[in-house]
């Protein structure tokens, strides 16, 4: 056993580096009509399970099962195909997970960032269904009578209608649409509430660490408060994972739905804040952590894994045999050298056209604000325009002179030596009323030659960079290669296979229920991983598109009172600024 797994990690390591997944644009097999797919599926009995592990990795897993660690992935590794599955750039939750529900891209799909603005509201709101401008898998297969169920899936609120159940990605939130149908909340009640007692037992496997709720009053860059934030990441995705696990469970025992997809996110979020004692060392950067520091968080993220390991057991246990089965990650993961975050907002503030009160900006005063959640080098910066904006007081009339005298500001500054602080800064055309989609006022774009110890010249005095390139806080962070495992009905033996490529989840979904794959998907299903048998009796066909004639009516979302709780979970993990 030892030296076949070796083997193995030593073929999935050759594979990613020699083999590539060819995705054309050719379908091989007969066009159907929408008629004749209902007539089809229904000589196909197989049930989907789809277990999403959020960056989970074969470097990780691998040795694990060396060592018997991981007995349900194991199994289904033995009994199936797997191999790594590609991801695409960037690298960020909610564009993955909805391309694997899709089989379309982020531009195609409409989901392509954590968060999205608001016309005229200054504070990033998290992105959801609404965005999403074509079906997903849930929407497809409702639409033909099968049932569904998905759990805790990114940009899923509200929940939509379907043929069965959604617990969205704001389930705990207390808003009325997070879960559908509506009455399910009070059936489900039960099994989505983990108590902070359970929490409190279940944390100990993970770690001894004495864990202080409290800690948010203690100042963040101490270190009481960020080794209690790293225990607090880990009970919030605790708490999660684990009520999808008892849900999933209930509805498949009860229920049995046609295509079950159920969303763990934990391996992700708390990698993220223990990598570093995990592995301290790599062949790219060396972490300095404390023996005592080791001791507390070392075993958290393999404890994790062996965790969610268990609650893989227990999903197998609960479908029973009826569901072949699919496991995937968006990505892989990695040690990172310490990234940086440009905090743009801060020089705004020292120019005098942002007004802080405790780090939030007093809008009564400012003039100017940044918007840019993500963790480019690009920040957009909006004029805090009177009529325009919720509590705007730059009056029209001025802002044409204030928008240039902010952007020769910017373009300004320099190090001592002489190299600017942004590689390029762009003046917009102002709109006086508040547009979806309008263009920011001014974009800058920092210089990543820019270091932390730099000096910079404002205004003729001495400014340091630090101030503004501030340490994101994550040691580790998200690689290309993911994982899939695949294992049941249709699917052959084939150890290590080629690498797959995101966009073939929904089309492999599809093909595995007796559905064709849409002309306008991006890819094939991953065919190799299929019995010659199953191909035989279910020949691989192809629909236009499962689309409706007209798009889909996407709407920006509304504010909701649960927004600022999931902006401050998202920062607090590292996925938005």
Known sequence: MSRMLIGIAFMLIILSFACKCEITEERRGE?????????????????????????????????????????NLEKLMRQGSYGILNSIEPMQSPLLWTTMVTGKLPPDHGIEDYVVKLPDQPEPVPIGSGQRKVKALWNILSEYGETVAFMDWWASYPAEEVNGFIISDRYDSGEEDALYPPQSAEELAPYLEITEEMLDELQTRFTSFPYDPDFGSYPVVSDYHQNNRRIATLRWHLKRDLAMVNAACYLMENYQPDLVGIYLKGTDGVAHVVWKYYQPTSLITLFDVSEEEREYFAEILPEYYRWVDEQVGRLLDAA????????????????????????????????????????????????????????????????????????????????????????????????????????????????????????????????????????LLVEGSEYPASNILLPRGLSGDHRKEGVFILAGAGIKRAFPMEPAELTQ????????????VAFDMVASPIEGALTPEFLEQFPLTVIATYEGITPPNTTLPSATASDEEMIEQLRGLGYIQ
């Open 505 to 516: 989840i929904t089309p492999t979904i599809l093909t595995l229920m007796g559905y064709p």
């Open 31 to 71: 066009l159907v009509s929408p008629e004749e797919i209902i007539q089809n599926v229904h000589e196909n009995p197989v049930k989907v399970l789809f277990i999403g592990i959020d960056g989970a990795d074969w470097d990780i897993i691998l040795p694990m099962i060396n060592d018997g660690e991981l007995p």
């Open 320 to 455: 029973g045999g009826r569901y072949t089965v699919l496991v995937a990650s968006d990505h892989g993961f990695e040690a990172k050298v310490e990234e940086i975050n440009y905090v743009v907002k801060f020089l705004l503030a020292d120019l005098g056209y942002l007004a802080l009160e405790d780090n939030q900006e007093d809008w009564s005063k400012t003039q100017a604000y940044v918007f840019h959640p993500d963790w480019s080098n690009r920040r957009d910066i909006y004029l805090n325009l009177k009529g325009r904006e919720e509590d705007g007081i730059v009056d029209p009339a001025d802002a044409p002179t204030l928008q240039k005298e902010i952007a020769a500001a910017l373009a300004k500054i320099k190090t001592t030596d002489g190299i600017p602080l942004f590689e390029k800064v762009e003046e917009h055309k102002l709109s006086e009323k508040a547009e979806e989609g309008a263009t920011p006022d001014i974009q800058v774009w920092v210089n990543p030659e820019i270091e932390p110890w730099d000096i």
